[in-house]
């Protein structure tokens, strides 16, 4: 029964941290739901500004222009109240963790947040109006450019996902440096291959066209050196692995 006991409260305890962040997440989504189309507005206009004149957005359903501007106002209420989602995430783990990892992994949470917005802001404001320029100038004669409201949310939900993701790539090698699965060493040994794996993720998680793969490869790689970089502040030290490492004597 002792056993047990430990486990019903970090149960309970995952539970509460569980109903918190969806609480926030809720509560942001129903302060946003008045100015969902005003939102939806506001993500379509790097394609409206590139698309002809005379040319608008369509909705193919019914219910189209309802639920695709309550949807994303609902992704943008994951987005806004992640910070929160985190902190519930860390305030599970936190008393679990001594006190120099509390030291190290505090700063992985909050500089994972600054970079997955930072990889939203990115495709936002630098690849959505290349990558739709490019688009609709290459549209055939007599062929009217008409995006579908629905369309075009899961295109840019998909676009946000792989660069928020992609910009998570300095915490991931800090983590394997970390974790001892790996060296900075190692890691410049092997960059020829990393280049060549950063434009396969490219051309995985984005569109078929070359531009919008190569901006996402392009920072992946940059992002990848100053993790190698930071990562040195998080390399286990020959002294800890061998403090780790010996035997104890009874």
Do not use: C
Request: hydrophobic share 55%.
């Amino acid at each position: 029964m002792s056993e047990q006991q430990p486990l019903i409260s970090h149960l309970l305890e995952l539970r509460n941290r569980l109903l918190h962040a969806i609480g926030g997440i809720l509560l942001v989504f129903a302060s946003l739901a008045y100015w969902a189309n005003d939102i939806y507005n506001f993500l379509s206009l790097p394609l409206l500004e590139v698309m002809p004149e005379n040319a608008s957005m369509i909705a193919t359903d019914v219910a189209s222009p309802f639920f695709a501007p309550f949807k994303l106002t609902m992704f943008v209420a994951l987005f806004i109240a992640m910070p929160y989602v985190l902190y519930q995430v860390w305030a599970f783990v936190a008393p679990g963790l001594y006190k120099h990892e509390k030291k190290l992994v505090f700063p992985l949470l909050f500089s994972s947040s600054i970079l997955f917005y930072g990889g939203i802001a990115f495709a936002y404001f630098i690849v959505f109006p290349v990558v739709f320029g490019f688009f609709t100038s290459v549209a055939p004669e007599g062929v009217q450019v008409a995006t579908d409201i629905n369309s075009y949310l899961s295109f840019v939900l998909k676009l946000f996902f792989a660069f928020g993701l992609a910009f998570e790539i300095p915490v991931a090698v800090i983590l394997m440096v970390w974790t001892g699965m790996t060296t900075p060493d190692d890691l410049k040994k092997n960059r020829p291959y990393i280049v060549v794996g950063a434009f396969v993720v490219g051309m995985l998680l984005t569109p078929p066209d070359i531009i919008s793969q190569t901006m996402l490869a392009l920072p992946m790689l940059l992002l990848f050196e100053g993790g190698v970089f930071f990562s040195r502040l998080y390399q286990p030290k020959d002294d800890e692995e061998d403090v780790q490492e010996e035997p104890t004597e009874e």
